[in-house]
């Protein structure tokens, strides 16, 4: 029984050694995008504020803050669907 369980143990170490390694790029990724995206919104709010009323209004109209939304989160999106990807391939599984 004593001879399994080592095996075992030999077996999973590299396999869990590679999860926590994908793990921690992946939490070190994704602060980083949180950080850049947490950033970059207030200086957007930043210059919008320099604008006329008039203009942000219009803008509103127009769609603007959707459309501000939609390209921050696809921004978000490709990080870390890239951030996955290269999990992946850390660990070793698929192509």
Same mark, same amino acid.
């Given at each position: 029984?004593?001879?399994?369980? !080592?095996?075992?143990?030999?077996? +999973? @170490?590299? /396999?869990?050694?590679? %999860?926590?390694?994908?793990? !921690?790029?992946? %939490? $070190?990724?994704?602060?980083? $995008?949180?950080?850049?995206?947490?950033?970059? @919104?207030?200086?957007? /709010? *930043?210059?919008?504020?320099?604008?006329?009323? +008039? +203009?942000?209004?219009? *803008?509103? @109209?127009? !769609?603007?803050?959707?459309?501000?939304?939609?390209?921050?989160?696809?921004?978000?999106? *490709?990080? +870390?669907?890239?951030?996955?990807?290269?999990? /992946? @391939? %850390?660990?070793? /599984? !698929?192509?």
């Amino acid at each position: 029984m004593g001879g399994w369980l !080592g095996a075992l143990v030999t077996l +999973a @170490k590299p /396999v869990l050694a590679r %999860v926590l390694l994908a793990l !921690g790029m992946s %939490v $070190v990724t994704i602060t980083g $995008v949180e950080m850049s995206i947490g950033a970059v @919104k207030p200086m957007i /709010v *930043a210059y919008i504020a320099g604008a006329p009323s +008039a +203009a942000i209004q219009l *803008a509103g @109209k127009f !769609g603007c803050w959707t459309a501000l939304g939609l390209i921050l989160g696809a921004i978000t999106f *490709a990080l +870390a669907y890239w951030t996955l990807t290269q999990s /992946v @391939k %850390v660990l070793g /599984v !698929g192509s």
